[in-house]
């Protein structure tokens, strides 16, 4: 009839790949596995337009402000159900982790990461939010503004908003030392929930050659006496799973600088120093769960220089690691080698679909 679909309406073609359950393990501590072609280019596209449509992706806007233009938004359990690429997804989650859905544990976020413009960014989240925007300079030599300029967008309660990595999303000055920080913040995923066992990270998008926007684990691959390991390991002990970069004029504890320093060395050293080993053997790599044998292409490590694994976004491609420290199939302790960083977009959109998987619990539908 005229005016009316002549079918039913077509569902984004799914990826294949993964009903093998075929996946590269390219570290052992922490343990992580790469699965290529996890969804495919439909399901990515139908997953951003899914984040785009929820309200709080334009609320949560203003964590990362002056440094990247970040939001992101939680899919609730009734989307991830009654969303048939949703559904599908988490399926295929289910299989490679071993660890069924937990509808009352279970985070899942989808994020957008785009470059900070200064000229631009400001201005297009004040239109978003419908927040007045100061025409005043954020120059450091400039007069100080008054406490609610907050880098000329709305602040937010950072006590009361977070998002499910447990972020605070609050705005950062845009000052110029912002943008030479290749780190967004280093964190370890427990931060937010103890019990989570392991995450899956399922990249949307490709970024240009330029764009940076890696996935980082400083820690991969250390020794048990590796500086930064330990002090993760302190860190963790007491009770601290994130670490920010300090805003102007704020002082941070000595040795979360001194983490994040270290880690941003770590970061160039791994990605300009590394050879570019792509499809040969890993070292770390001591058993697989299929029958590939070669480091993806876009994992880069320099075990020679010092540890550290980067992991390049390619569209489709997923990253399962875990948190904790397994002795006969029982976790046993906090990972420090799973803390990681989300790099700096310098280029492009980074999106970015992440399941938090809470540990095994036989009670769990």
Same mark, same amino acid.
């Given at each position: 009839?005229? +005016?009316?679909?002549?079918?039913?309406? *077509?569902?984004?073609?799914?990826?294949?790949?993964?009903?093998?359950?075929?996946?590269?393990?390219?570290?052992?501590?922490?343990?992580?596995?790469?699965?290529?072609? #996890?969804?495919?280019?439909?399901?990515?596209?139908?997953?951003?337009?899914? @984040?785009?449509?929820?309200?709080?992706?334009?609320?949560?806007?203003?964590?990362?402000?002056?440094?990247?233009?970040?939001?992101?938004?939680?899919?609730?359990?009734?989307?991830?159900?009654?969303?048939?690429?949703?559904?599908?997804?988490?399926?295929?989650?289910?299989?490679?982790?071993?660890? @069924?859905?937990?509808?009352?544990?279970?985070?899942?976020?989808?994020?957008?990461?785009?470059?900070?413009?200064?000229?631009?960014?400001?201005?297009?989240?004040?239109?978003?939010?419908? @927040?007045?925007?100061?025409?005043?300079?954020?120059?450091?030599?400039?007069? *100080?503004?008054?406490?609610?300029?907050?880098?000329?967008?709305?602040?937010? =309660?950072?006590?009361?908003?977070?998002?499910?990595?447990?972020?605070?999303?609050?705005?950062?000055?845009?000052?110029?030392?912002?943008?030479?920080?290749?780190?967004?913040?280093?964190?370890?995923?427990?931060?937010?929930?103890?019990?989570?066992?392991?995450?899956?990270?399922?990249?949307?998008?490709?970024?240009?050659? =330029?764009?940076?926007?890696?996935?980082? #684990?400083?820690?991969?691959?250390?020794?048990?006496?590796?500086?930064?390991?330990?002090?993760?390991?302190?860190?963790?002990?007491? +009770?601290?799973?994130?670490?920010?970069?300090?805003?102007?004029?704020?002082?941070?504890?000595?040795?979360?600088?001194?983490?994040?320093?270290?880690?941003?060395?770590?970061?160039?050293?791994?990605?300009?120093?590394?050879?570019?080993?792509?499809?040969?053997?890993?070292?770390?790599? +001591?058993?697989?769960?299929?029958?590939?044998?070669?480091?993806?292409?876009?994992?880069?490590?320099?075990?020679?220089?010092?540890?550290?694994?980067?992991?390049?976004?390619?569209? +489709?491609?997923?990253?399962?690691?875990?948190?904790?420290?397994? =002795?006969?199939?029982?976790?046993?302790?906090?990972?420090?080698?799973?803390?990681?960083?989300?790099?700096?977009?310098?280029?492009?959109?980074?999106?970015?679909?992440? #399941?938090?998987?809470?540990?095994? =619990? *036989?009670?769990?539908?």
């Amino acid at each position: 009839m005229s +005016g009316e679909e002549s079918g039913p309406r *077509k569902r984004p073609r799914t990826s294949n790949n993964l009903r093998q359950n075929r996946g590269i393990i390219i570290s052992t501590s922490p343990r992580i596995e790469v699965f290529e072609s #996890f969804a495919s280019p439909e399901e990515c596209e139908h997953l951003k337009q899914l @984040a785009q449509a929820q309200e709080e992706f334009s609320l949560n806007a203003l964590q990362y402000a002056g440094l990247v233009d970040y939001r992101s938004a939680n899919i609730d359990v009734e989307l991830r159900k009654s969303d048939p690429v949703m559904a599908s997804i988490e399926l295929r989650t289910t299989a490679i982790s071993g660890l @069924a859905a937990h509808n009352a544990g279970d985070d899942v976020m989808i994020a957008r990461t785009n470059p900070w413009d200064h000229e631009s960014s400001a201005k297009r989240i004040r239109r978003e939010l419908q @927040a007045p925007l100061m025409e005043t300079s954020v120059h450091p030599d400039s007069e *100080k503004q008054p406490e609610s300029y907050n880098g000329g967008v709305r602040a937010v =309660d950072s006590d009361e908003e977070l998002d499910s990595e447990g972020f605070a999303l609050r705005p950062r000055e845009a000052v110029e030392v912002q943008q030479q920080r290749a780190l967004m913040n280093l964190h370890h995923d427990h931060n937010n929930n103890t019990n989570r066992s392991c995450t899956l990270m399922l990249y949307l998008s490709d970024l240009p050659a =330029d764009g940076c926007g890696e996935t980082f #684990f400083p820690a991969a691959s250390a020794p048990v006496e590796d500086s930064l390991l330990s002090s993760l390991s302190l860190m963790q002990s007491s +009770g601290r799973y994130i670490v920010q970069h300090s805003d102007p004029g704020e002082e941070l504890p000595r040795d979360e600088v001194a983490v994040m320093r270290e880690s941003e060395e770590r970061y160039t050293v791994v990605k300009f120093c590394s050879p570019q080993s792509y499809g040969t053997e890993s070292p770390d790599c +001591g058993e697989r769960s299929g029958t590939d044998t070669a480091v993806p292409e876009g994992v880069l490590q320099c075990p020679e220089e010092c540890p550290g694994m980067l992991l390049v976004p390619k569209q +489709g491609r997923a990253v399962l690691f875990y948190h904790a420290i397994r =002795d006969g199939g029982e976790e046993a302790a906090t990972s420090g080698h799973a803390w990681h960083a989300p790099c700096v977009v310098r280029n492009g959109s980074k999106w970015l679909l992440t #399941f938090f998987k809470e540990g095994v =619990d *036989k009670k769990s539908t």
